[in-house]
């Protein structure tokens, strides 16, 4: 449809506006950025895989600085937890983007890249759906994080008090943003789909300062790895600013929906839009390119029509609390 560093046509420039906005909502109702949404559209558009992840890195850096902000007003970011990880994530999108740059040359980027993401997309959504299925608030989770702390017993240890958490190894947080920063800069995700449920069930964390947190990481790791892809030209800046016009308006949405949404209705709306990436990028593997497209655009309209809902309705029910109270 459109060829990446090229001026987008009317029509190109709308697509990437509604993926902006899709992308937007989500990542900030989920605090992963949306980069699982927006890599894959920016492939099926014509983008090559290389270079979607690139210009997917610098349009989530712009988009999770506004989230970010946001969830800070609701007291939604551990500010301790996000330094530890990041202590592990630069290095780690250091060695991402090495791997990326050397699967390019060797000619294998494309389809090396997409049976990652697939893999990855499915292991994550199918365990991400199995939980929210299961449990009814953060309390499994919680539980979850405990035992596996416990079995982490390397000091140092330090207390994330915003969590809940009174104390962890700090090893278990650094090499978490390891491997999420890896991800982050192989794959183009902010490392947020990994990071965000691996926060609530390996460390603990409830479900909204997980996803606060995870959307400060998302800055800094997405602002890293667009450094780097911008050195190897793999950054399309025009297209990147159009996708923020939307992502602007739709991450403020988002954010504000969390507060409305239950815990585990989070987990679960993440777990089947993750799986719906998968399927998206599976199709498009196969060559059926306008189905992938489909997927994509009517999994994000749908998404971002459910999340203004939760919103809407959230607000509505607040505002008569309040009336009934003025009332008495």
């Given at each position: ?43 099926t558009l014509g983008f090559p895989m290389v270079r ?161 947190t995870d959307l400060l990481g998302v800055v800094f ?108």
């Amino acid at each position: 449809m459109t060829c990446a560093g090229t001026i987008p046509t009317c029509l190109e420039a709308a697509a990437l506006v509604t993926i902006g906005f899709c992308a937007g909502t989500a990542g900030s109702f989920f605090g992963v950025g949306g980069a699982f949404l927006v890599t894959p559209a920016l492939n099926t558009l014509g983008f090559p895989m290389v270079r979607a992840i690139g210009t997917d890195l610098a349009h989530i850096t712009g988009k999770s600085i506004a989230a970010t902000l946001r969830h800070r007003r609701l007291g939604h970011v551990d500010w301790k937890a996000g330094g530890l990880l990041l202590l592990g994530t630069l290095p780690g999108i250091k060695l991402g983007t090495a791997a990326v740059m050397t699967l390019e040359r060797a000619g294998l980027a494309e389809s090396v890249l997409r049976c990652v993401y697939i893999l990855l997309l499915g292991v994550v959504g199918a365990l991400t759906l199995r939980e929210s299925l299961t449990s009814r608030d953060d309390t499994e989770a919680k539980a979850a994080g405990a035992i596996l702390r416990k079995r982490f017993p390397i000091g140092p240890f330090v207390c994330l008090r915003t969590s809940g958490i009174q104390s962890i190894s700090l090893w278990s947080v650094v090499l978490l943003g390891l491997t999420a920063g890896f991800l982050s800069s192989l794959l183009g995700v902010g490392g947020g789909f990994i990071l965000m449920p691996a926060m609530i069930y390996l460390l603990g964390m409830p479900t909204r300062v997980a996803v606060g947190t995870d959307l400060l990481g998302v800055v800094f790791s997405g602002g890293y790895g667009t450094f780097l892809y911008a050195r190897e030209g793999r950054v399309d800046v025009l297209a990147a600013l159009i996708m923020l016009l939307g992502a602007a308006a739709g991450s403020q949405i988002g954010a504000v929906a969390t507060k409305y949404a239950q815990p585990r209705r989070i987990r679960l709306y993440l777990a089947l839009t993750i799986l719906g990436a998968g399927g998206a990028v599976a199709a498009k593997q196969l060559g059926a390119t306008a189905l992938s497209a489909g997927i994509l655009f009517a999994l994000g309209l749908s998404l971002s029509g459910v999340i203004i809902y939760t919103l809407i309705d959230g607000q509505q029910q607040e505002d008569m609390k309040d009336g009934n109270r003025r009332n008495e």
